[in-house]
């Protein structure tokens, strides 16, 4: 199993980006996914988090701007960001928990990160 994150990019305050994670491999069910950021200097920290029955989880910080959502039939991710200030700069991961074999629990993956840059 693999994460593809693309989508990141350099956009002025007040604007807005749309990241996306495709999953692709061994995949049978995937219960949960989420993005998280890190920025310079800082922890890893949780942005959004959704799970295969429609439970949401956002960051105070997200709320109300950031929106994630999937696309099961092309096991993709995305994470809908407007409103984008410069405190949002920050690398993106996305991660998934996946299952792969009916037999078998879901494991976590990360994708490889994308960089998402707000000029003020």
């Known amino acids: 199993v693999q994460l593809q994150a693309s989508g990141g990019g350099l956009v002025q305050a007040g604007g807005s980006l749309r990241l996306s994670c495709a999953a692709s491999?061994?995949?049978?069910?995937?219960?949960?996914v989420g993005w998280y950021r890190q920025a310079p200097g800082k922890q890893r920290e949780l942005v959004a988090l959704?799970?295969?029955?429609?439970?949401?989880n956002y960051a105070d910080s997200a709320k109300g701007r950031f929106t994630i959502s999937i696309d099961n039939a092309r096991n993709t991710v995305h994470l809908q960001m407007n409103s984008l200030k410069p405190e949002d700069t920050a690398v993106y991961y996305c991660?998934?928990?996946?299952?792969?074999?009916?037999?078998?629990?879901?494991?976590?993956?990360w994708g490889q990160g994308t960089q998402v840059t707000v000029s003020s």
């Open positions: 991660n998934a928990h996946i299952q792969s074999q009916l037999s078998q629990p879901a494991y976590g993956y």
């Open positions: 491999g061994s995949i049978v069910n995937i219960p949960i």
């Open positions: 959704l799970s295969n029955v429609g439970s949401t």
